[in-house]
């Protein structure tokens, strides 16, 4: 079950509490830090119940909580009638609890009552102290608070719950603003170069706005082409110490490579943007007239060039800490070209064009590996939040990323073990700036000039550019119907529209219909000598976009996917004196989501534009005076060094928040500052342990850890239904022969544990003598070949006596419905299996929809949830998964097999002393419940978890990018002291814990049980290869301490 929240997992918690002396007309109540608890409201707070016989204990009901969130709770004596608190528990501070597993039991009457509730999984609770770091103990309010006033410990708690530490931005932040151009302009006088600045002269392109509203003295450098092609080097190192004292760092690009990126850019990339699949074949017409081009590997290639180029004009640059903020679709491969040169980079992404559907993304030749270089970035910023979705959908189909939420609404992707925060946040007008322009003399002339053409005309205008997104045929088929329509308005309206044209030369073809629609109008419409439709082309400056605004009525905007659109905001600047107007604007613009105060359109209905037009025309002054000012005072409060600040402070505090790896520090060492608990898995540090070690364990998943899990991975068109079942990938020939000298070490057991069926397990992993394998989660099973000696008979056990007949019933209930699922919703697979009915959705298109689907189907199969639901009373539990619905055994998962197989080497072989359990997903969290329990019962060292009452100091330098290793505390965390420079000292083993080591890891960065994380499956085999080494060596050396596991009295002596 997942929260509301986001994909994040619940576990149904129950409470039960050991309290006598409770009146019959009192109730126990449990309350906590969760809303499921009542945040710390006791009228909110779940009621517990009496038991029947034992009058002293009190259970809950189940409350579903965060999996792995420590919640803080207290258990309080309410009235029945009427919720008074009579008294809390006598207890100094708060319990808390961290839910584990699918289901959990807290144990407060220290198990007391464990034959009352029956439950899965049980744990005890610690309490906090007063004088730590929890939340305040929540006591009665005080007296003279008002009746229902919010107690104060609740609200602080709440308050520490939500706060959002947003690190801000200060003058020793190194900040790198990167745009395809410079906001300046170089101009050769004879035979020097002279740097030209906007002076008052305001220019409408983004890189000039912002370059204007940095603060003088804010350490921030521009980024870009300086506009001129210089291949001179000395000539080069001269411009660019002339920009320096401008804050400008020139990109030099062969102007081939330039033009070639722009022509790439401007009729490949951005149509695609754009959500245009211009895929066909060359020679075919699109939609709009004009030649189709398809996807140029040459054009691709000069695009890849031009991005690096950006990254190595960087590279001296760059020092410990600095900010990159780089903007739009020109420059999508620079995140990851910078990543490559400084893997610590603080990047961000802004981007102001719109971003594709999945449907449109899955088309693109590259898609991944513009994906990939877009989550290089620590914040990818989208102009509106429905390109943020888009891109989501995109990362989760494609590259198979998933996404979750963090505190105070954080929305990010994990992505190769690194979260990357996406948002939405569009670009703002330099109000202030703009608005001493309406004044002006000039910009006055021009609009009363404008109006003076069309008389005494209600002008309709609207300056778009040549593209088809503009709808511009829409917005004249539009208006012509306007006019036939409704014949009073002909002679009272006009339409005056502006076209920025990109293009010289001979107009496109949408220019010429255009042209032709706007003559037959006023053929039609006007009388001699007036107009009523003026098209005018080319590029205008600022005052004159202002003047062509301020000279009209009303805003018509029809465009039909547009990223953001500032110039209905351009309007409002240019109505500010008089505070009046009215704007028409298309849904599909990203400005309709802010312009409240506008009429929204669907530009693809005609009768819905023309219907429009008509309710602004006729609407009388006040209410189009009380229309504009309600986006008139949302545009004047928008500030644009607001959203500069604002912008770089997210990278900065996504960076403090997520620390990501930093890698290159030498062949084969990974160091990664990680959050607090959770940890990138040392080498180092397992190579030794499994050295040292006499008697080792390793359990290993199959897919998503020893081999990439192509499950799903998009599929084919027309692929079979089986095809799901059948497109697994099996571990490469390296991995099974590490596979193989790790088995055949004498000291090892090793197991392979998988859901795939026996017959597949047999294929993939035959051929590697000594090991054990488990199918289907470990309903079947091969023990490894040492611990069952001279066996004889079939080869696979099943941890059922009867296999065939036992769950022939709920096995047949389960299927019969998840075959109406599969009917249904289409790409979706059922699965049969021993001991289990699975129903799979990994290929189905809209993941979003799915989710929610088998979020429903748990809802009403899960036998937890009482009588009513489909499975109640069968010894089954219903898991929903990455992908994937399961109906199987209670008392079959991974984590079972996993415990019998440690029980019996214990039993068999004495005392183990190294344990490694690697896993993907969360069925394999099971595995790492069983050895971090089985660590703690053993009264060995773990490096699964810190302890409760360790030293925690050893991960307090996270946040400090300026660290060095300098030994190993107690608990195995790297201890890291701050030093001048990032610098490594060697592993040193004379400072490791001389106790036994238990390994939990988790493949990707993710919330998990495990200790320990590795990035991918690369590095799962890396660790593989290392102690398979370590085990070859071993088995060739003649003095070889280590024991053989066999079954007899005399065993190997140290």
Not at 59 to 87: A, I, M, W
Not at 462 to 487: M, N, T, V, Y
Not at 661 to 681: D, I, K, Q, T, W
Not at 784 to 810: F, L, N, Q, V, Y
Request: aromatic share 10%; net charge negative; proline share 5%.
């Amino acid at each position: 079950m997942a929260s509301a929240g986001g994909n994040l997992p619940l576990v149904k918690v129950f409470f039960r509490w050991d309290c006598a002396g409770v009146k019959k007309d009192e109730e126990v109540r449990v309350v906590g830090a969760s809303e499921a608890l009542g945040n710390w409201l006791p009228a909110c707070a779940v009621p517990m119940h009496r038991d029947s016989v034992e009058e002293a204990c009190w259970t809950s009901k189940g409350v579903f909580l965060p999996l792995g969130h420590k919640t803080q709770y207290k258990y309080v004596v309410c009235k029945q009638n009427n919720g008074e608190v009579v008294r809390w528990e006598e207890l100094e501070g708060n319990r808390e609890v961290i839910p584990t597993g699918r289901r959990l039991v807290a144990e407060d009457d220290d198990g007391l009552y464990r034959d009352v509730t029956i439950a899965p999984s049980f744990a005890r609770r610690r309490n906090t102290t007063a004088g730590s770091e929890a939340a305040p103990s929540p006591m009665a309010a005080p007296s003279d608070a008002p009746s229902g006033s919010v107690p104060m410990p609740r609200l602080e708690s709440f308050q520490n719950q939500v706060k959002e530490k947003e690190i801000p931005i200060d003058k020793d932040d190194h900040i790198f603003a990167i745009f395809r151009t410079l906001p300046v302009r170089l101009k050769k006088n004879k035979d020097e170069w002279v740097v030209e600045e906007d002076g008052d002269e305001i220019t409408f392109k983004v890189v000039s706005m912002m370059y204007r509203s940095i603060p003088k003295g804010a350490n921030i450098k521009f980024v870009g082409h300086p506009g001129v092609f210089v291949s001179d080097p000395v000539e080069q190192r001269k411009i660019a110490k002339l920009l320096a004292p401008f804050g400008c760092i020139p990109v030099w690009i062969d102007e081939q490579v330039f033009n070639n990126t722009l022509n790439f850019c401007h009729t490949f990339l951005w149509p695609v943007m754009h959500n245009m699949k211009v895929f066909e074949e060359d020679g075919k017409p699109n939609q709009d007239g004009e030649q189709s081009l398809s996807f140029e590997e040459a054009q691709w290639k000069d695009y890849q060039v031009f991005n690096r180029a950006y990254a190595e004009a960087l590279e001296g640059e760059m020092v410990q800490g600095s900010i990159f903020w780089i903007h739009d679709f020109y420059l999508l491969l620079v995140p990851r070209a910078l990543k490559l040169r400084r893997p610590d980079a603080n990047i961000g992404l802004f981007l102001h064009s719109a971003f594709p559907m999945s449907e449109v993304m899955r088309c693109i030749p590259t898609r991944e590996e513009i994906l990939q270089s877009m989550l290089s970035c620590k914040v990818v910023t989208f102009q509106i939040f429905e390109y943020a979705r888009h891109f989501l959908s995109c990362c989760q189909l494609i590259l198979n990323s998933t996404y979750y939420f963090y505190g105070a609404g954080v929305l990010y992707v994990e992505h190769e073990s690194e979260s990357v925060v996406v948002r939405a946040d569009h670009f703002v007008l330099p109000f202030a700036d703009f608005v001493t322009r309406v004044e002006v003399p000039r910009v006055k002339t021009m609009a009363a000039d404008l109006r003076k053409q069309f008389g005494n005309k209600l002008i309709f205008v609207s300056i778009d550019g040549d593209e088809p997104f503009s709808g511009l045929i829409l917005k004249l088929r539009a208006f012509q119907k306007f006019l036939r329509d409704c014949p009073q308005h002909v002679h009272r309206v006009g339409l005056l529209q502006h076209v920025l044209v990109r293009k010289t030369g001979e107009p496109s073809e949408l220019m010429k219909e255009i042209r032709r629609m706007a003559d037959e109008i006023n053929k039609e419409f006007s009388m001699e000598g007036e107009v009523t439709v003026d098209i005018r082309v080319g590029d205008v400056s600022v005052d004159e976009r202002i003047a062509i605004l301020k000279s009209a009525d009303i805003f018509l905007d029809t465009s039909i996917n547009d990223g953001l659109n500032l110039h209905p905001f351009l309007f409002c600047v240019a109505h500010q004196p008089e505070e009046s107007g009215a704007m028409i604007v298309s849904e599909f613009s990203g400005c309709s989501s802010v312009l409240i105060g506008s009429t929204k359109v669907n530009p693809w209905n005609t009768q819905a534009v023309m219907d429009a037009m008509h309710t602004v025309v006729t609407t009388d002054e006040a209410e189009k005076s009380r229309r504009f000012k309600q986006d008139h005072s949302y545009v004047v409060t928008q500030k644009l060094c607001d959203f500069v600040a604002s912008n770089l402070a997210e990278i900065k505090t996504a960076a403090a928040r997520f620390m990501g790896p930093v890698r290159g520090l030498g062949a084969g060492f990974s160091m990664h500052f990680m959050e607090r608990g959770f940890r990138h898995l040392s080498f180092e540090a397992v190579c030794y342990d499994y050295k040292k070690a006499k008697i080792r364990a390793i359990f290993v998943d199959n897919e998503g850890t020893l081999a990439p899990d192509r499950r799903n991975v998009i599929q084919p068109y027309g692929a079979g239904a089986n095809a799901l079942t059948n497109n697994g990938q099996a571990p490469d020939p390296q991995v099974l022969e590490s596979l193989q000298s790790l088995a055949a070490d004498r000291a090892n057991v090793v197991m392979v544990i998988s859901g795939r069926p026996k017959d597949t397990m047999d294929s993939w992993f035959g051929s590697v003598k000594e090991l054990g394998l488990c199918a289907e989660h470990g309903f079947y099973y091969v023990p490894p070949a040492k611990m069952t000696p001279g066996e004889s008979g079939r080869r696979w056990h099943c941890i059922s006596k009867d296999e065939t007949k036992e769950d022939a019933d709920w096995i047949e209930i389960a299927r019969t419905y998840m075959e109406k699922y599969q009917k249904r919703v289409q790409g979706s697979v059922l699965e049969c299996k021993g001991s289990a009915v699975t129903w799979n959705y990994r290929k189905v298109g809209a993941q979003m929809l799915a989710n929610e689907i088998a979020q429903e189907m748990v809802r009403f199969m899960d036998p937890s949830n009482g009588p009513e639901s489909l499975m109640y009373g069968y010894p089954v539990v219903v898991v929903n998964g990455k992908g994937y619905v399961e109906v199987k055994r209670s008392d079959v998962d991974k984590g079972v097999i996993v415990d019998r197989m440690l029980q019996e080497m214990r039993k068999q072989f004495g005392p183990i002393d190294f344990v490694l359990c690697i896993g993907d997903d969360r069925s394999d969290e099971d595995m790492f419940e069983i050895v971090n329990d089985f660590a703690k019962k053993e009264g060995k060292g773990s490096r699964s978890m810190l302890d409760d009452d360790g030293d925690d100091t050893a991960m307090e330098c996270l946040a400090s990018p300026t660290t060095v290793k300098s030994g190993w505390s107690s608990s195995g965390v790297a201890r890291l002291t701050k030093k001048a420079s990032l610098t490594l000292e060697e592993f040193n083993p004379a400072d490791m814990s001389k106790s036994s080591q238990y390994y939990t890891v988790t493949v990707g960065r993710k919330p998990s049980q495990a200790g320990f994380f590795v990035k991918d499956v690369g590095e799962v085999s890396d660790v593989l290869q290392r102690l398979a080494l370590q085990a070859r060596v071993t088995n060739l050396s003649r003095f070889s301490s280590m024991p053989t596991l066999v079954h007899s009295e005399d065993g190997d002596s140290d």
